[in-house]
T-cell receptor
C-alpha cells in the first residue's frame, strides 16, 4: 500500500527566512510519480511539481527547490526567502504509474505554512 | 481565473435535504474527480470519471451519487447526509487518468446540520 507522511503539521516563519517542508513516502512500486501541491486560502489545490521516480535530479524553480532522495524515500520542498504569499497548506502526493489504468494520488495530511511579515 | 469551476462555494443543508454540487472544467480534459477534504485528514478520492464513464468508486456511501453527463461537467448529488459528511468537496480534472497531474477547483464547503 502507498503512504505519504508529512510529519510537520504547522510551520511559522518570518518573511525572508528559508523553510523546508518534509515528505516521506512508502510504495512497493518501482515506478511512481511524486508531487507537491499548494492550497492557498481560496481553496483550490495548485500543482507545483511532478517528479518521476527515475529522475533523482534536484530541481529549482525560482524560490522553490525540491530534493528527491530515493535512498531515504524523501521528497522535500524548500522555499527560499519566504514571502507572505507563500502562506498556504502544502501537500505532498504519490502516484503509481500504470499505462491504461487509472492512477491514484495518495496525499499526505498537509503542512500549514504561515509566513509572518 | 481557475479552469475548474465549482458551485456553490458554500452549502448548508439539513440531514433530510437533497442538494447537488456542480463542477465544470474549461480545460478540455477527459477525466474528472471528486475528492473529500476533512480537517486533519488526507484528501480522500471519492469518484473518478474517464470519458464520462465512472472508473472508480472508493467505497463511498450511497448517499453520495455522482453524475457525469459530458466530459466538461460533473455533479455530486447529496441526500440524507450525516453531520460527519461536512467537509470541503474538491473537483479536479486531468488530461488522461494516469498522469497524476490534476487541476482543482476551489471546492464546495458543505456543512450538514
Amino acid at each position: 500500500a502507498q503512504k505519504v507522511t508529512q510529519a510537520q503539521t504547522e510551520i511559522s516563519v518570518v518573511e525572508k527566512e528559508d523553510v523546508t517542508l518534509d515528505c516521506v513516502y512508502e510504495t512497493r512500486d518501482t515506478t511512481y510519480y511524486l508531487f507537491w501541491y499548494k492550497q492557498p486560502p481560496s481553496g483550490e489545490l495548485v500543482f507545483l511539481i511532478r517528479r518521476n521516480s527515475f529522475d533523482e535530479q534536484n530541481e529549482i524553480s525560482g524560490r522553490y527547490s525540491w530534493n528527491f532522495q530515493k535512498s531515504t524515500s524523501s521528497f522535500n520542498f524548500t522555499i527560499t526567502a519566504s514571502q507572505v504569499v507563500d502562506s498556504a497548506v502544502y501537500f505532498c502526493a504519490l502516484s503509481e504509474v500504470r499505462t491504461g489504468a487509472n492512477s491514484k494520488l495518495t496525499f499526505g495530511k498537509g503542512i500549514t505554512l504561515s509566513v509572518r511579515p | 481565473e481557475t479552469g475548474v469551476t465549482q458551485t456553490p462555494r458554500h452549502l448548508v443543508m439539513g440531514m433530510t435535504n437533497k442538494k447537488s454540487l456542480k463542477c465544470e472544467q474549461h480545460l478540455g480534459h477527459n477525466a474528472m474527480y471528486w475528492y473529500k477534504q476533512s480537517a486533519k485528514k488526507p484528501l480522500e478520492l471519492m469518484f473518478v470519471y474517464s470519458l464520462e464513464e465512472r472508473v472508480e468508486n472508493n467505497s463511498v456511501p450511497s448517499r453520495f451519487s455522482p453524475e457525469c453527463p459530458n466530459s466538461s461537467h460533473l455533479f455530486l448529488h447529496l441526500h440524507t447526509l450525516q453531520p460527519e459528511d461536512s467537509a470541503l468537496y474538491l473537483c479536479a480534472s486531468s488530461q488522461g487518468r494516469n498522469t497524476g497531474e490534476l487541476f482543482f477547483g476551489e471546492g464546495s464547503r458543505l456543512t450538514v446540520l
